[in-house]
């Protein structure tokens, strides 16, 4: 396990640790404003975030820090030129979850050497509530608790798959039965589909093989949710796309910020999108 990877990996139980034992209290509810990201940031959301910045700041090395509450943050340095590493953070992914303490919550941390998702090496998503771990490197492989992943598709037909999807617009400008109107072709092709609030945790079931496939049908998923994810389902041998047009593109040359809003399709095999885009609905491709 390489040095970023044993970092991350410890910051991410130091998180864990601070928030559990809120999940579902009056004290994860509090409201502290909009966050950069846009969302809402509750008071579990800024703890966490705390726990990241400080220890990643103890590293003394000067990292261009991008997260959900606080935007971008320059640490150890004062100059974007001065920059070595870029750390990609959802200090709490699943935050309607972590208010009510349905026991599917994460943290995500990811950390590249560059400004691009190809630049991303490592890659942690905790679940909070149950403590699996889900981790990757760059070229080294993908592991849950240490354990190492290599995706064996359960199913290759979409027809018996189970799809996580995503179906919550983040805001109210349009209502989820329209969205869904939108999408019910794919909706009604998978034999059951799951939605279960954490998109980081979600897609790193595809890598474990609890998902057959995942798909965010709302274009509004940030980099920041599936940074780390996108690399433990790469090293596991599945696939990670961005949807734009109703086709699929790589998602390597996409800039690490907080503004790229994407929708997003992560599968066990290339054959479960083929499928997929075989019955997306006309007038979006």
């Known amino acids: 396990m390489g040095e970023w990877l044993i970092t991350i990996t410890s910051i991410a139980r130091e998180v864990a640790g601070a928030v559990k034992p809120l999940l579902?209290?009056?004290a994860a509810r509090v409201d502290l404003g909009q966050g950069a990201g846009g969302d809402i940031t509750n008071q579990v959301d800024a703890i966490a975030e705390d726990i990241i910045a400080k220890t990643l700041k103890?590293?003394?090395?000067?990292?261009?820090?991008?997260?959900?509450?606080?935007?971008?943050?320059?640490?150890?340095?004062?100059?974007?030129?001065?920059?070595?590493?870029?750390?990609?953070?959802?200090?709490?992914?699943?935050?309607?979850?972590?208010?009510?303490?349905?026991?599917?919550?994460?943290?995500?941390?990811?950390?590249?050497?560059?400004?691009?998702?190809?630049?991303?090496?490592?890659?942690v998503v905790m679940n909070i509530s149950t403590g699996d771990l889900y981790a990757a490197s760059k070229g080294q492989g993908a592991w849950l608790n240490d354990a190492p992943m290599a995706i064996e598709p359960v199913t290759r037909d979409l027809h018996e798959a189970i799809m996580g999807i995503d179906i919550n617009p983040k805001s109210r400008s349009q209502p989820r039965s329209e969205l869904v109107a939108e999408y019910a072709c794919l909706m009604d092709a998978p034999k059951k589909v799951r939605i279960l609030g954490s998109n980081a945790l979600e897609t790193c079931l595809v890598a474990q093989g609890g998902l057959d496939c995942f798909l965010d049908i709302r274009g509004n998923l940030r980099l920041l949710d599936i940074a780390a994810s996108w690399l433990v389902v790469e090293e596991a041998g599945g696939v990670f796309y961005h949807v734009e047009d109703g086709t699929t593109k790589d998602l390597d040359d996409?800039?690490?910020?907080?503004?790229?809003?994407?929708?997003?399709?992560?599968?066990?095999?290339?054959?479960?999108?083929?499928?997929v885009e075989a019955a997306w609905p006309r007038g979006k491709v």
């Not at 103890?58 to 935007?71: D, M, N, Y």
């Not at 994407?262 to 054959?271: G, H, N, Q």
């Open 254 to 275: 996409l800039p690490l910020d907080t503004d790229s809003r994407l929708m997003v399709f992560a599968s066990t095999c290339t054959e479960l999108w083929e499928a």
């Open 58 to 123: 103890a590293t003394l090395l000067p990292i261009k820090l991008i997260t959900e509450e606080r935007g971008i943050v320059l640490l150890n340095c004062s100059d974007e030129n001065d920059v070595q590493y870029h750390a990609i953070v959802d200090p709490v992914d699943g935050s309607v979850n972590a208010t009510r303490n349905l026991p599917f919550v994460a943290t995500s941390i990811a950390i590249a050497n560059g400004p691009t998702v190809a630049d991303i090496t490592d890659g």
């Open 24 to 26: 579902g209290t009056a």
